[in-house]
């Protein structure tokens, strides 16, 4: 069971000001008597009425994650300050937008945690915490993130990483109903996104394509919980019937004789956008599973549904219509990044649009009634196709540059980061603008010597492969890239180093009007745009910055030290314009902090953070105490074999998280007490660190792997205290979330 703290969780600075506010001169805030969570159909549709509210992740029902609010503009937000915090007591990714409704906020944290806070002063009035199972943490690729929660009449919904989808009372928190959205527990499932109400029921999506899932979305209904429909985006076992009439034809678009053990992927883990005036619901879907296309589909085929758009009708749970960006997909290039949904005047006709900007570095626009392809131009360096075939609507693939089927490794842009990620982008509107985080950077691709075994639920891509940067030491990869590293070569070719730039795209003429280069390549934090003439992003340096819509000028910016990587929201209370955000490092590559992270620094304490006009000072965490010496570790257990077959099992199976560094997310494991040896049993095979985010690994793991792997980690503690290595805060000692 989950369960509902009320007034009790984390901590909250709160500011109050009185006076010298420039208010908002739009309609006003909703009565504070208003029912919790009142929201439905005709309040949605009439957002523009309703400015100070914030319904949904990204504002209105088309994710524009822009508002109309202007007491916060380019000549007041030098006054914007600190105005309330929640310390959430956890260190993980924190990836949700707040929703806030009638001076209520809503939203997620670790692991599909749920907060509700009074809007005006970071007042908990319920924290919810599912019961997570343990072994669903195996699945996740990229942290135990939550990208938010839906509300609607009276009802919070969120899903707990381990794919557990719950009806909460938006006035107590109280759990209403649950739902099991995993229909098989043996494969590497998770699910990191936010929840989407689509007419009569709610729907989620999940993750696990660099693992071994089949993806799916389903719908349940609102009231009950009850399964609506659910609709799988690739194929299942050949020998059994299609579980719905789209797979028929999404089969003959795979080698009919494709390892469907491996799940195929597809999973749609993010971008779920309903378009209630339409009745049609928007699934982006997700790369392949596994990568490799000549291990997945040797005979070939477009591999529908991954990496598509879906309009499906969410009466029925059937397709309407679909839009393919990457057939074939092999480089994991989801089409899973958000959706944005608005009207474009095109050609001087009014057009009711798609718009999206995945991995693959193309920018489309559909029509988003018939699916219909406006336009798709690059907007990062992608070398993957030349262009989009706009009367066939199809990307003509360069193979000879990022094939690597053919058995020679490749350089392809962009990498499977992404020319954008999971964090939102934003339209403006006022200025016919998108604000996107952009990523760029190219990988390395190549067939691995063999076939690589495949372990239900385990990371299984199939492929060779590695990040551009790594080519000035080439020495670090894998025999069959290196030839990637020849300098003739890389003269012909676009530039390897990472970096990250919030870009301001014309979605209309196809061109970036400005471009403001951020700190980290992994520095691409989502994007809030206002009526005020302002772009507001955070950083993975610990500042919030707003920027001029029009040029790109700095206008402010506020040191917070905790990384950001959400998108903010901004709403009133009151007639108080407030700007909040979620804070903390995590998503893709979080075990491992960078200089670049402020989390390397200050570590990784979450908070929900509020600002306003006349604001105070925002508080700063301290750095984190130096290291002590490596404490003596208790005696060397094992023999040397034991020692390298627990390395393999380490490696295998704790590797992706442990890194054994400091600082880091999670504990440096040479720095393992007698205590906590003489219990690793218990906490590996029986879970007794679930609560704080350690997996349990008793279906894959026995007990002689557990004392091979603790011979493995007493051989590093041994070396370590040796060599007298650093030990990391305590602060970091404590577990895992």
């Not at 439905?40 to 509210?53: C, I, K, Q, W």
């Not at 070939?300 to 029925?316: C, E, F, R, V």
């Not at 989009?388 to 053919?406: F, L, S």
């Not at 403006?428 to 604000?435: D, E, N, Q």
Request: aromatic share 10%.
């Amino acid at each position: 069971m989950g369960t509902t703290r009320q007034q009790v969780a984390g901590t909250v600075w709160a500011l109050v000001i009185a006076g010298g506010l420039a208010a908002c001169t739009k309609a006003p805030d909703k009565a504070a008597a208003a029912p919790a969570a009142s929201i439905d159909r005709t309040r949605l549709l009439a957002v523009d009425n309703d400015p100070g509210a914030w319904l949904t992740t990204g504002r209105d029902f088309g994710k524009t994650h822009y508002s109309p609010l202007d007491s916060i503009n380019e000549q007041t937000v030098s006054r914007l300050g600190f105005a309330w915090q929640l310390e959430t007591g956890t260190n993980r990714g924190m990836e949700a937008t707040p929703i806030v409704i009638d001076g209520v906020m809503y939203t997620s944290g670790v692991a599909g945690r749920v907060y509700a806070l009074d809007a005006a002063s970071g007042k908990v009035l319920w924290q919810f915490e599912p019961q997570i199972n343990g072994k669903a943490l195996r699945g996740s690729c990229c942290d135990m993130v939550n990208r938010g929660v839906a509300v609607w009449q009276g009802k919070v919904y969120v899903a707990a990483i381990d794919g557990v989808l719950y009806a909460l009372d938006a006035a107590s928190g109280k759990e209403l109903w649950r739902a099991d959205t995993v229909d098989d527990k043996q494969r590497g499932y998770s699910v990191t996104g936010a929840p989407e109400i689509a007419g009569k029921v709610v729907v989620i999506g999940n993750g696990g394509s660099e693992f071994d899932a089949r993806g799916y979305v389903t719908a349940y209904d609102l009231e009950t919980g009850k399964q609506a429909w659910r609709f799988y985006v690739v194929p299942g076992d050949p020998k059994k019937p299609f579980e719905h009439p789209e797979l028929e034809m999404a089969a003959k678009t795979w080698d009919p004789d494709w390892p469907f053990e491996m799940g195929g992927g597809g999973t749609p883990w993010d971008a779920l956008v309903y378009d209630p005036e339409l009745n049609l619901l928007y699934v982006g879907t997700g790369n392949a599973a596994p990568w490799n296309r000549k291990v997945r589909s040797p005979k070939g085929g477009d591999n529908l549904y991954l990496a598509s758009i879906l309009a499906i009708n969410p009466d029925t749970g059937r397709l309407a219509w679909h839009y393919q960006e990457v057939p074939g997909e092999q480089w994991d290039y989801t089409s899973t990044q958000p959706i944005v949904l608005s009207t474009l005047k095109l050609g001087g006709v009014d057009r009711k649009v798609l718009m999206h900007a995945p991995k693959n570095g193309f920018f489309y626009v559909l029509d988003r009634a018939s699916g219909e392809l406006l336009s798709a131009e690059k907007y990062a360096v992608a070398n993957w196709a030349t262009h989009v075939d706009m009367k066939t609507g199809r990307p003509v693939e360069d193979k000879a540059v990022a094939d690597y089927g053919d058995g020679k490794p490749k350089l392809v842009f962009p990498s499977p980061r992404g020319a954008h990620n999971w964090n939102p982008m934003s339209y403006s509107p006022k200025t016919g603008l998108v604000y996107i985080p952009t990523i760029h950077g190219g990988a390395l691709f190549a067939n691995p010597p063999g076939k690589s075994p495949y372990l239900p639920g385990r990371f299984n891509t199939q492929v060779l492969n590695g990040f551009s940067f790594m080519l000035a030491n080439p020495e670090s990869l894998p025999p069959a890239l290196r030839p990637l590293a020849d300098k003739k070569f890389l003269a012909t070719q676009p530039e390897v180093a990472h970096s990250a730039a919030l870009k301001a795209w014309d979605p209309v003429n196809h061109k970036f009007l400005w471009t403001v280069p951020r700190s980290s390549f992994m520095d691409h934090a989502g994007v809030l745009s206002t009526a005020g003439g302002l772009v507001v992003q955070g950083g993975l340096d610990g500042f919030l910055r707003v920027y001029r819509d029009t040029d790109g000028q700095l206008l402010k910016e506020i040191e917070v030290g905790t990384a950001i990587v959400a998108a903010p929201a901004t709403y009133t209370v009151n007639g108080v314009q407030y700007i909040a955000v979620t804070a903390g490092s995590g998503g893709g590559g979080w075990s491992t902090w960078l200089p670049q992270n402020i989390a390397f620094r200050k570590g990784n304490a979450n908070r929900i953070l509020a600002f306003r006009l006349d604001g105070a000072a925002t508080p700063v965490p301290p750095d984190l105490p130096p290291p002590g010496p490596i404490p003596e570790p208790p005696p060397q257990k094992g023999t040397p074999a034991d020692i390298k077959a627990g390395e393999g099992i380490f490696a295998a199976n704790c590797r992706g998280c442990h890194t054994n560094t400091w600082p880091a997310p999670l504990p440096d494991l040479r720095r393992t007490t007698a205590a906590t040896h003489a219990i690793i049993k218990d906490i590996v095979l029986k879970g007794a660190l679930q609560v704080r985010g350690m997996p349990r690994f008793d279906d894959v793991l026995s007990e002689r792997d557990v004392e091979q792997v603790q011979a493995y980690l007493l051989s590093l503690a041994h070396s370590a205290y040796a060599g007298q290595q650093a030990k990391p805060a305590a602060g970091l000692q404590q577990g895992h979330l």
